[in-house]
């Protein structure tokens, strides 16, 4: 059984910084792209940062490019989402994903928010 487990989240000041982590179980981590996505209340699921499994490329989102930074450490089994300089926009819940097939890291990925398998999510709130 594939699990996610995103953790990490927290109530931080504006400017502030978390580093969420995603630990992942029950298939070939090695072997797949991972991302972050996020909702706010009231909002569509935005893909915000990815990360491929064999060259680590990764691609953000626009409104996160530059502050955050997504890594993965293939022998822990986990991806890191270091989040840096957070604004009162990016208070959300924030969930790690990855599929069943190998997906690319690329934009395409980050509009796609029909990926298979999604961790339970941690709670982000940024304060002003």
């Known amino acids: 059984e594939v699990q996610l487990q995103a953790s990490g989240g927290g109530l931080v000041q504006a400017g502030g910084s978390l580093r969420l982590s995603c630990a992942v179980s029950?298939?070939?981590?090695?072997?797949?792209?991972i991302g972050w996505f996020r909702q706010a209340p009231g909002k569509a699921r935005e893909g915000i940062a990815c990360?491929?499994?064999?060259?680590?490329?990764?691609d953000y989102a626009d409104s996160v490019k530059g502050r955050f930074t997504i890594s993965r450490d293939n022998l822990k089994k986990t991806v890191y989402l270091q989040m840096n300089n957070l604004k009162p926009e990016d208070t959300a819940v924030y969930y790690c994903?990855?599929?069943?097939?190998?997906?690319?890291?690329?934009?395409?990925?980050?509009?796609?928010?029909?990926?298979?398998?999604w961790g339970r999510g941690t709670q982000v709130t940024v304060s002003s």
């Open positions: 990360i491929s499994n064999s060259d680590y490329s990764t």
């Open positions: 994903t990855t599929d069943h097939l190998l997906k690319r890291c690329n934009h395409y990925y980050l509009r796609d928010s029909n990926h298979d398998f």
């Open positions: 029950g298939f070939n981590f090695d072997d797949y792209t």
